[in-house]
């Protein structure tokens, strides 16, 4: 069994209002210091094999496919 963690971001240049929203609430609540803030997304996915080429190959495709619209959002993958 292989373990995974997708970790999905919006690209540089992309709006992100959650986060403009989380920054601000942060100020709000006197965390000083606090610069830019990004939202994104984590996937925890276990797949049922031992090889690593084949899962790094198909974790690759399902954020191509679903995880992550590739058109606004970058990924990567980490297995452990």
């Not at 100020?27 to 000083?32: E, G, K, P, T, V």
């Not at 830019?36 to 031992?50: C, M, N, P, S, W």
């Not at 084949?54 to 980490?78: G, P």
């Amino acid at each position: 069994m292989i373990k995974a963690r997708v970790t999905v971001t919006l690209k540089d240049g992309v709006l992100d209002p959650q986060g403009k929203a989380i920054e601000g609430a942060l100020r709000a609540l006197s965390f000083s210091g606090v610069g830019e803030v990004r939202q994104g997304k984590v996937f925890d996915i276990e797949l049922d094999t031992a090889d690593r080429a084949r899962a790094q190959a198909d974790l690759k495709d399902m954020c191509e496919r679903l995880l992550a619209n590739t058109v606004i959002e970058d990924y990567s993958i980490a297995i452990t």
